[in-house]
């Protein structure tokens, strides 16, 4: 069996960790957006500087 | 531990992203992410679509880690049975520990993304989906009782109530009824496959009402259950949720189902073994699209509301 720089099994390593990467990235995006809609939303609101302190 | 004690004997151990998605049962998870959907617009209150979209996604991902945990565990129960041999675990692409850790960081994460974009009562109910659906129904049910697939599928009926809260942040009564929609749904559903797919169960040892109580008993049961739907599923038809679309197919569709119950009821196994079991392979099939056109009809409803179409 000739010996191939590049194995099946190093395309599919590949494929996974891409889909990783993309799913992480995904996720971080999604993370922003919802921090986002929670900050902007009527119902929210900072807290006192008081309250920081304590 | 029958799921720690399985081994992999294949030499293919390099699974692809597919391979891990596959853990996650993606059927099981469309249906999760459908209804959750359906609670969630069916409910009064109206939702962010960032914040809906987050939350139907992590229902939709701790759903896929419980698939996950049961996967782990059922690995010696889906390598005997046709139906689930080529799962990734006995298939002999993913280790039964890859899925262990799987499953439970992605329950971790699910739960806490969940409480984060929504509320805490509908992350608690989540947990408490994949609890019960990992350690009540696949560790101890399962393998122990003819129960197991009416007491499992509370599991698989938690979804449009998580919805539901995620809206709302509270628990009432339209909850409960789509809750009760599918877990009464399940066990006809379940039995109708057990009785058409009958060596696959007796072979992995899972004791299915089937094996328990005998065909006929299950044919009694799936009748009862269904008389049962008919009432809930009509009668929700007159709540919150409801209205003249979602009547109308709630009572052709029960109508029809009732139809399919008293059929397989009426029958016994050497009339079924003739024709291959076609009333009950019918009844299976009406059973998915059944559960599916509920859902879709309440769906309707709520998206009519607003134009004043839908609702009472």
Redesign the interface.
Known sequence: MALKVEHE?HQ??K??NV??GLMLGMFVV?VL??T???IT?GDFELPKANEIAQ | MPGASYTVTSKETEASLGDYFALLKPRVMSLVIFTAFVGMLAAPISVHPVVGFASILFIAVGAGASGALNMWWDADMDAVMKRTAKRPIPAGKVQPGEALYLGAALSGMAVMMLALSSNLLAAGLLAFTIFFYAVIYTMWLKRSTSQNIVIGGAAGAFPPLIGWVVATGSMSIEGWLMFALIFIWTPPHFWALALFMRSDYDDAGVPMMTVTHGRPSTRRHILGYTIVLFILAVGTGFTSIGGPIYLLSAVILNMLFLKGAYDIWSRDENISETDNYAAERKFFKLSLLYLFLHFGAILAEALLRPWGLGGW
């Open positions: 099994i599919r390593r494929g996974r889909g990783v999604l957006a919802l986002f809609t929670k939303s």
